[in-house]
């Protein structure tokens, strides 16, 4: 009788124990898939902002590029003026002249 009753509280006893480890088991799963969301997310926020910093440089660099290049445009804007000047009058006499000997 009495080894009955030790084995039977062996056997609980090895029960409370494997169910005991089964819930820290579980504990410890669970603890593993929050840590794993924390990291995921902090690394996808690192992506987020390497790729907001990435655009933010580009559209700096085209922003200069556009002002070095509106600069050359209106440099070569200014030499075209400058050449048309002096032909300007002579074409304007030329026309005029054209324009009285055809009436």
Do not use: W, Y
Request: glycine share 2%; with cysteine; charged share 35%.
């Amino acid at each position: 009788m009495e080894l009955i009753k030790q084995i039977k509280d062996a056997e609980k006893e090895a029960k409370e124990l494997v169910e005991k480890a089964r819930q820290e088991a579980a504990g410890l799963l669970e603890d593993a898939k929050v840590q794993r969301a924390s990291v995921l997310r902090q690394a996808q926020q690192r992506r987020q902002q390497m790729i907001d910093k990435a655009i933010d440089e580009a559209q700096k660099r085209g922003d200069s590029q556009v002002d070095q290049l509106s600069e050359i445009c209106n440099q070569e804007i200014a030499v075209l003026k400058k050449s048309c000047e002096k032909k300007f009058p002579a074409c304007v006499d030329k026309v005029l002249s054209q324009l009285r000997h055809a009436t």
